[in-house]
């Protein structure tokens, strides 16, 4: 399949990140290229962009857009060959581990997180990401993540329950799980249309004409849950500190509250010089700040863009340089 996705927000993390020649840089979701091409150009052959992506299609898409074959050089106008670019797959939050591997330990000028799905994620009709289609139920952005049927047909209901209310924020997690019990007790949930309707037979008859579709909360829960999303962005953002240089730039997009939270606490935690409870009469953990905050309030798509791209309309972007 042919991969599609377009980046949000690019005129703004290149801003914030400031590209210059020669220096280095990490995107930690490659998805479609669009924030490894443009900084890669901007940093030209003297600079370097190591980009991650745990999605061996990503990787295969931007092998082809940045060195494409010859036979298809004459008719992909938008093809071009970079050869400071460096691909690899796997999960960020291995992220030292990477860049020890493939940069050599190098401090870094900047680093970018979009953490959203791709168009192409959410057409492949190999995988489930999306309630639209009927595919089978597998939300895994690479290998070695939990399998989405086995949340849904082997974890328990005060697990199925926990995560559809915390990490989809959904007011009928209760009796969704519920009727999810009681479908897989005659039959396994396989694929995205079971779901979908084993949802709909759960919710009240109103919920099934509100503005957003009523099985969006629950997709985001499993998908999160299937890939440990929050765990993993916890995991990765002290990493992300620790590699950057100084003066050097973190900008972070993310589409949902519970991710926004985790990038908002930990830029915050990190532009402080103590972080102690604050009836501690004197200072203990002797933290000293990392960061100084970029953005004082969140950064959003601009109504232009939302137009072009409504995948667009959710995106938070926070940006922080480092001490």
Not at 210 to 215: G, M, N, R
Not at 302 to 322: D, F, G, I, M, W
Request: aromatic share 8%; proline share 4%.
């Amino acid at each position: 399949m042919k991969y599609k996705h377009v980046p949000v927000m690019p005129r703004e993390v290149l801003e914030y990140l400031n590209p210059q020649v020669g220096q280095y840089f990490i995107d930690c979701t490659l998805g479609g290229a669009g924030y490894t091409i443009a900084i890669a150009k901007m940093v030209r052959n003297n600079g370097k962009v190591l980009a991650i992506d745990a999605d061996k299609l990503a990787i295969q898409n931007a092998e082809f857009l940045i060195s494409p074959p010859a036979k298809a050089r004459h008719w992909r106008a938008g093809n071009f060959q970079l050869s400071n670019t460096i691909l690899v797959q796997d999960n960020y939050k291995n992220l030292s581990k990477i860049v020890k591997e493939h940069f050599n330990n190098k401090k870094v000028n900047g680093i970018v997180f979009d953490l959203g799905l791709s168009t192409a994620q959410l057409e492949d009709r190999n995988r489930g990401f999306s309630f639209q289609k009927d595919t089978p139920l597998d939300m895994a952005f690479g290998q070695n993540e939990n399998k989405t049927t086995d949340i849904v047909n082997k974890w328990s209901q005060a697990e199925l329950e926990k995560i559809i209310k915390e990490y989809g924020e959904e007011r009928y997690a209760r009796k969704i799980t519920q009727e999810i019990i009681k479908y897989r007790k005659n039959k396994q949930i396989k694929t995205t249309k079971q779901l979908v309707e084993i949802i709909k037979s759960a919710v009240p008859h109103k919920y099934l004409f509100s503005k957003i579709h009523p099985a969006t909360r629950t997709f985001q829960a499993l998908r999160i849950a299937t890939n440990n999303e929050l765990e993993n962005l916890h995991i990765t953002l002290p990493q992300a500190v620790d590699l950057l240089s100084k003066k050097g730039r973190l900008v972070v997009i993310s589409y949902h509250s519970l991710e926004d939270r985790i990038v908002k606490k930990f830029i915050k935690q990190e532009a402080k010089d103590c972080i102690c409870p604050k009836d501690y009469p004197a200072c203990r953990c002797q933290h000293q700040a990392r960061l100084k905050i970029l953005t004082k309030k969140i950064i959003r798509p601009t109504e232009e863009e939302v137009l072009n791209n409504p995948k667009a309309r959710s995106a938070k972007l926070r940006a922080a340089e480092k001490i």
